[in-house]
C-alpha cells in the first residue's frame, strides 16, 4: 500500500500500519522528537459519525484515563500511542479478576469530573438504544415475548433515571485499554452522553472469543460487584445496563443477520439475567 499523505505541520514520519479495520486505517509514526504517535484514518462508510464523535470525547477528556488527540484533519486524527499490551493479557497472564479491577480504576479516571462543559456533539443514549426499542416494537407487534421487549423496559426505565450523566467511552472492552508509558489508557472511544453503567456493561460481553468466561455466572456477579463499587452503583443496576447493553448488541448483530453473533450476546444476556435475581 502506498504510504499515505499526512498534513505537513503534523511533522511526522516512518507510517507503518498497525491495523485495519472496515472504518480506518491505524498508522503508526514518528513524531519530530522522534517519539511514536498513531495516526487513525477514517474510511468513508455509515457510521462515520460514531468516529467523529469520538474526536469530541477525546479532545474533551484531555488525556485523563484516555489517549490525547494531538491533532485533527479531515477524517484523520493524530493520537497519542497508548503502547501495545492490551488489557486482553493481562487477563490471559494473571487472571479475569486483575484485568477486572483494571478496567474499574480506569473507568474512574474516564468519569472525573472536568472544569470543561460536555461536548454538544455527543449521542444521547436514548438516541443510540434505537435498534433495541425498534426490535422490541417488531417483537410486540408480532405478540413475540422476547428477552428484546425485557431489555427494553429495561434500558427505558435507566434512561428515564440515570444514575448520573456524562461522557461515555460507548465501547469500552479489553482490546480498547492499553498500557504504555502513561499507564493504562482508553482509544478508540464512540462519544455517548448518559449512565456511566453503559461504559461498564460492555466489558461482560468480552473478550468475544472468551464465550466461557463471558458465560460464568460468578464472573458475572464479581464485575456487577466491582463495578457497582466503582460508579457508585448497585449490581443491580449494574447487571441491569449489562442486559440493556447486550440485547442492544444483539439488536445490532439482527439488522446485520448474523445470526451467530446475536444468538451469543442474547445467550449472555440471558445468563446475565439469572444471576440478576440474586441482587
Not at 67 to 77: F, I, Q, T
Not at 118 to 136: D, G, V
Not at 143 to 172: F, K, N, T
Amino acid at each position: 500500500m502506498d504510504a499515505p499523505g499526512f498534513p505537513a505541520r503534523w511533522k511526522v514520519s516512518a507510517p507503518e500500519l498497525i491495523a485495519e479495520t472496515f472504518s480506518s486505517r491505524i498508522w503508526k509514526v514518528v513524531r519530530e522528537d522522534g517519539s511514536p504517535a498513531v495516526v487513525k484514518a477514517l474510511k468513508p462508510f455509515d457510521d462515520v459519525a460514531d468516529e467523529l464523535r469520538g474526536e469530541h470525547f477525546l479532545a474533551w477528556r484531555r488525556g485523563e484515563g484516555a489517549v490525547r488527540l494531538l491533532a485533527r484533519s479531515g477524517h484523520s486524527m493524530l493520537l497519542e500511542y497508548a503502547g501495545d499490551t492490551l488489557l486482553s493479557r493481562v487477563l490471559d497472564e494473571q487472571g479475569d479478576d486483575a484485568a477486572t479491577e483494571i478496567a474499574a480504576d480506569l473507568m474512574a479516571k474516564l468519569f472525573s469530573p472536568s472544569k470543561h462543559p460536555f461536548p454538544p456533539e455527543l449521542q444521547p443514549l436514548r438516541e443510540r438504544f434505537a435498534s433495541l426499542f425498534k426490535k422490541a416494537a417488531t417483537d410486540r407487534g408480532a405478540r413475540r415475548d422476547s428477552l428484546y421487549v425485557e431489555a427494553a423496559a429495561i434500558a427505558d426505565r435507566l434512561l428515564d433515571d440515570p444514575h448520573d450523566v456524562r461522557p461515555l467511552h460507548g465501547d469500552l472492552h479489553h482490546e480498547n485499554i492499553l498500557h504504555g508509558p502513561r499507564g493504562w489508557l482508553a482509544i478508540d472511544p464512540k462519544g455517548v452522553l448518559g449512565d456511566p453503567g453503559f461504559d461498564a456493561a460492555n466489558m461482560f460481553y468480552n473478550p468475544l472469543d472468551r464465550d466461557a468466561l463471558c458465560l460464568d455466572p460468578l464472573r458475572i456477579a464479581h464485575m456487577g460487584e466491582v463495578f457497582a463499587r466503582t460508579l457508585g452503583q448497585s449490581p443491580a443496576a449494574i447487571l441491569d445496563h449489562a442486559i440493556a447493553y447486550g440485547c442492544l448488541s444483539a439488536a445490532w448483530h439482527h439488522e446485520d443477520d448474523n445470526a451467530a453473533e446475536e444468538n451469543r450476546e442474547l445467550s449472555i444476556a440471558k445468563t446475565i439475567r439469572a444471576v440478576r435475581t440474586h441482587f
